[in-house]
């Protein structure tokens, strides 16, 4: 079960407290990595993924959103802000090795309140090499309205 903290001055962390499996295309919604927001809302946030992912199929990460909701998110690393709108994003793997990605972005919430979701999946099916989002991947938002 994920572990969401809410403050007064609105800060939200979410953390993954077990491994999530998949050996598909298709992307589907994180079991853990959800944020809770209210119509009218906007939000800064960071996300730290860990993640395990053999070669051929690598992992793609995207999110869901309640209607009316725009995001602009991107990669962030210490060489550079890779600042970036759309859907879905292509990250790279190698098979047993645990690997690193952080997200930043902002999140800002139309007329319907619900959940900002990740969601991934494989890039290339390999039902045999299943990608796994690993446990203490965490997500940190920001109320900044």
């Known amino acids: 079960m994920a572990i969401e903290i809410q403050t007064k001055t609105g800060v939200r962390l979410v953390r993954k407290t077990a491994d999530q499996s998949v050996a598909d295309t298709t992307l589907v919604s994180d079991t853990d990595l959800k944020i809770s927001v209210l119509a009218g809302e906007i939000w800064a946030f960071f996300a730290c993924l860990r993640y395990d992912a053999g070669a051929t199929p690598d992992i793609k990460f995207g999110w869901s959103f309640p209607a009316?909701?725009?995001m602009s998110w991107g990669k962030y690393s210490i060489d550079s802000i890779e600042s970036i709108e759309t859907d879905i994003l292509l990250e790279s793997g190698t098979t047993g090795s645990i690997r690193y990605i952080t997200y930043k972005g902002v999140i800002i919430v139309g007329s319907s309140?619900?959940?900002?979701?990740?969601?991934?999946?494989?890039?290339?099916?390999?039902?045999?090499?299943?990608?796994?989002?690993k446990v203490n991947s965490y997500i940190i938002a920001y109320k900044i309205n």
């Open 68 to 70: 009316g909701t725009t």
């Open 113 to 133: 309140a619900g959940a900002v979701i990740l969601r991934w999946a494989q890039n290339v099916l390999d039902a045999g090499d299943p990608t796994i989002v």
